[in-house]
């Protein structure tokens, strides 16, 4: 009878033990490695700083479940492990966090990131319940679950009901530049926009007759409200972002959106189950969205004065002396001010004959505004304050008018509540019962402007500190080859996608565009221009790729064989905060950073890296029989020798010391922008307590 194996124990001193240890350590290490371990300050650090030494002859790895720490932290966790006496920590907190917070956070957004994105979340919940049952009601309505329809009917139907939501979108986009200064009221009309075609959607369950013009409506509004809602996503998380992680915030933005809307259509087929009231769960629905779409809303704040902030700024000065802060201005301000709306009682930039009744009001308040750019008056029989600009009217003349208009209108509000037996007081938009004689608004108009003289300058300094589809139709009529009419069609899109990104002109450099840059600076002495480096940017350079031939940050291990290349190049960088180097069996020039390491270490260090891969690639060229310039990444069959790479080493060196700040000075002169965060370097560092023995 065989035998039964003895039960493997958890630490074995065998060969093929220890090799699984390193390879789920490994693997573990770079899963930590994909979470933020910048994410929270307060949090452990992910990994401990690297050790100098790393050879397999005095490793010691014990790897188990956490045992102790399990108790005490089992949500926050995931393993333990120690190495040389280090215990590795991986978070499963901070792994999650990664991909709902922007790297950095808190410190790389403004405070109101937090209730915004909260409220965005339960918002797209509420909108993913609300789109189960929409497309639930769509599908009986159009004949889907009946079988009452042939599939190209249906087909055809839901192509001309996407196509009307195209029309809708290219009708909505000449709304033009309210979405930058109007974008919260925008905003927030894009959601109800969203509620109001959503429930068009639900009325074709009740009407299956009319699907396609419903179908179409519907998908116009909502066609709308996605054009309203993506145009001003961009400002929105601009206010939020600090620096250049705009991209950053915007990614996180919509994946917390994205997860949230997965819950609320989870939820919502769990409810449709039970075949709940189709009205009143949608109402329920309704009114959780449109809560949400407001707070959401009204959580951004935004640094920029548009009219109802402007308006909130100058009321308060006018009653208090004080310019609200931007928490205050941006909760005072009315969402419900939409910028269609006319009834306004301040006109900016009106025509002559809608701000004075007869040319004779003009002449008698004329001499008040010979040394101004504009004119304001009221108009009594509309009860509106208006702002005439004059030709020559620069961008502070027109705030400087906006101002005098809200000033009138507070004299002309005054005069009128003293008159007034009732003391409530009046609703934004009732002045039209406001009766001024001609002396009165002659008096109004002359204290006004004195208060302006005298008041507009404080109101800016006070501002200032607070601020600080046709054709497919007609193709799928005769039964092209489904394959060979996607291909073209595929063909077309990919390079109208590739040119649309080529023509894009960034004025940052990523690491694509700082390999452009030096690698010209290097060869001609000269810094690409903005539209130079955008055009020969490589597009196909994804970041996930790992066969760059310069990695930026990496560990000891991989740019280091043994311990005695670095004790042998280490004197040169004694006085730097980096230490770059190349590997020849893997073809790449490491830049590692010591714990020490600022910002400009870091370009520093790329740029190091970069003169080193071309003293390299020079050296390796000219051993070569062949003249044709190799491929970006195709370096791996440089063979160089000690004592040549020793020589690059010491004349890269050199170069970089007396052309860095050349290339820096260069880049600026054309515009270029640079930041040790969009070169996206690795995060392992050298600690200075790490010391060769």
């Given amino acids: 009878m065989a035998t039964t194996p003895p039960p493997i124990k958890l630490k074995q001193s065998q060969t093929n033990s220890t090799a699984q240890t390193l390879l789920v350590r490994e693997t573990l290490r770079i899963s930590a490695n994909l979470a933020s371990s910048n994410s929270n300050s307060t949090e452990p650090e992910i990994s401990p700083p690297l050790s100098l030494v790393d050879s397999a002859e005095n490793r010691r790895s014990s790897l188990g479940l956490v045992e102790e720490e399990y108790v005490n932290s089992s949500l926050r966790l995931i393993c333990s492990e120690e190495i040389d006496g280090r215990r590795w920590n991986y978070d499963l907190m901070s792994f999650l966090r990664s991909y709902v917070v922007p790297e950095g956070f808190p410190d790389s957004v403004s405070p109101s990131y937090v209730p915004f994105m909260k409220w965005r979340a339960l918002k797209h919940f509420f909108g993913g319940a609300m789109g189960v049952f929409a497309t639930q009601t769509l599908l009986s309505s159009v004949g889907v679950s009946r079988n009452q329809a042939t599939p190209g009917a249906v087909a055809i139907n839901w192509i001309l009901k996407d196509g009307a939501g195209r029309v809708g979108k290219m009708l909505f986009a000449r709304q033009g530049k309210k979405f930058d200064y109007d974008l919260k009221q925008l905003r927030f009309t894009s959601d109800l926009f969203m509620e109001l075609g959503?429930?068009?959607?639900?009325?074709?369950?009740?009407?299956?007759?009319?699907?396609?013009?419903?179908?179409?409506?519907?998908?116009?509004?909502?066609?709308?409200?996605?054009?309203?809602?993506?145009?001003?996503?961009?400002?929105?998380?601009?206010?939020f972002a600090i620096g250049e992680n705009i991209g950053d915030v915007t990614a996180k933005g919509e994946c917390v959106g994205n997860v949230a809307d997965l819950l609320g259509t989870g939820m919502s087929i769990m409810i449709s189950r039970r075949n709940p009231s189709l009205v009143t769960t949608f109402a329920l629905l309704s009114c959780g969205y449109v809560f949400s779409s407001y707070q959401e809303v009204k959580s951004v704040e935004l640094h920029t004065l548009n009219r109802a902030r402007f308006?909130?700024?100058?009321?308060?000065?006018?009653?208090?002396?004080?310019?609200?802060?931007?928490?205050?201005?941006?909760?005072?301000?009315?969402?419900?001010?939409?910028?269609?709306?006319?009834?306004?009682?301040?006109?900016?930039?009106?025509?002559?004959?809608?701000?004075?009744?007869?040319?004779?009001?003009?002449?008698?308040?004329?001499?008040?505004?010979?040394?101004?750019?504009?004119?304001?008056?009221?108009?009594?029989?509309?009860?509106?304050?208006?702002?005439?600009?004059?030709?020559?009217?620069?961008?502070?003349?027109?705030?400087?008018?906006?101002?005098?208009?809200?000033?009138?209108?507070?004299?002309?509000?005054?005069?009128?509540?003293?008159?007034?037996?009732?003391?409530?007081?009046?609703?934004?938009?009732?002045?039209?019962?406001?009766?001024?004689?001609?002396?009165?608004?002659?008096?109004?108009?002359?204290?006004?402007?004195?208060?302006?003289?005298?008041?507009?300058?404080?109101?800016?300094?006070k501002a200032a500190e607070q601020l600080g589809t046709g054709m497919s139709i007609m193709i799928s009529r005769r039964n092209p080859s489904l394959v060979t009419t996607f291909a073209l069609l595929s063909c077309g899109y990919v390079f109208s996608s590739y040119q649309e990104v080529k023509s894009v002109e960034l004025h940052t450099l990523n690491r694509a565009r700082f390999t452009v840059a030096v690698d010209s600076f290097l060869k001609t002495g000269r810094v690409p221009s903005l539209r130079e480096g955008n055009l020969n940017e490589n597009i196909f350079s994804f970041p996930w790729l790992k066969d760059r031939p310069v990695v930026l940050g990496p560990r000891f291990n991989d740019a280091f064989q043994d311990p005695g290349e670095y004790l042998a190049i280490e004197p040169l960088f004694e006085k730097e905060r980096y230490i770059v180097t190349y590997n020849p069996s893997k073809g790449k020039v490491y830049a590692l950073l010591k714990d020490q390491a600022k910002s400009d270490d870091i370009l520093k260090a790329a740029f190091h890296a970069h003169v080193l891969l071309h003293f390299v690639q020079s050296s390796n060229e000219s051993q070569s029989s062949s003249q044709k310039q190799r491929e970006y990444n195709n370096y791996s069959d440089i063979v160089l020798t000690n004592t040549d790479l020793e020589a690059h080493m010491s004349e890269s060196c050199k170069m970089v010391s007396k052309s860095y700040g050349i290339f820096k000075s260069k880049a600026a002169e054309q515009g270029w922008k640079m930041s040790e965060s969009l070169l996206n370097p690795g995060r392992a560092r050298l600690c200075a307590s790490d010391k060769l023995g």
């Avoid at 009319?210 to 993506?230: H, I």
């Avoid at 004959?353 to 007869?358: I, K, L, T």
């Avoid at 002396?439 to 006004?448: C, F, I, K, P, Q």
Wanted: aromatic share 10%.
């Fill in 311 to 461: 308006t909130v700024a100058v009321d308060s000065f006018l009653k208090t002396g004080r310019v609200p802060s931007l928490r205050e201005g941006n909760l005072n301000e009315n969402i419900f001010s939409f910028p269609w709306l006319k009834d306004r009682p301040v006109v900016l930039g009106p025509r002559f004959n809608d701000a004075f009744q007869d040319p004779g009001e003009y002449l008698a308040i004329e001499p008040l505004f010979e040394k101004e750019r504009y004119i304001v008056t009221y108009n009594p029989s509309k009860g509106k304050v208006y702002a005439l600009l004059k030709d020559r009217a620069k961008s502070d003349d027109i705030l400087k008018a906006a101002f005098h208009a809200h000033v009138l209108l507070h004299f002309v509000q005054s005069s009128n509540e003293s008159q007034s037996s009732s003391q409530k007081q009046r609703e934004y938009n009732n002045y039209s019962d406001i009766v001024l004689t001609t002396t009165d608004l002659e008096a109004h108009m002359s204290e006004s402007c004195k208060m302006v003289s005298k008041s507009y300058g404080i109101f800016k300094s």
């Fill in 198 to 239: 959503l429930g068009v959607e639900l009325a074709t369950a009740a009407m299956p007759h009319l699907f396609l013009p419903l179908a179409c409506a519907a998908n116009v509004v909502k066609s709308v409200a996605a054009v309203t809602s993506t145009s001003t996503r961009t400002a929105i998380y601009k206010a």
